[in-house]
């Protein structure tokens, strides 16, 4: 698959409880994304957030949180991005999403794969 060297970075910040059709949002995310076939995805869970709620989620022992943040990187050439928004949209009843332009160095498989 090629990569173009101007793509776009699609973030989603949601929280870990979040579900979609019972199964963790941030894996419908991901699998949604694969299914339409978009250049990659990449989870991430932070150990210390808050959104629009300004409700603190930590991952602290004293204040041991069920809800961490998790953040959704998709990237891809901005005609697959934006068409993949509306799914996106459906699938999302909260949260943060953001949309960078970026510059793509390298996008190919290693060695080992």
Known sequence: MHLPPESLLLR???????RHDGK????????????HGLAGATVLRAS??????????TAKILRLSDDLPMVVEIVDAAEKIHAFL????AMLDG????????????????RGA
């Open 12 to 18: 989603i910040y949601i929280g870990e409880s979040d």
């Open 48 to 57: 210390l957030g808050y959104g629009a709620t300004s409700r603190l989620h």
């Open 95 to 110: 949260g943060l999403v953001t949309l960078q332009p970026l510059q793509v160095i390298q996008y190919q498989h290693g």
């Open 86 to 89: 509306p799914t996106l949209e």
């Open 24 to 35: 963790p949002l941030y894996e419908a995310l991901v699998l949604h994304a694969r299914a």
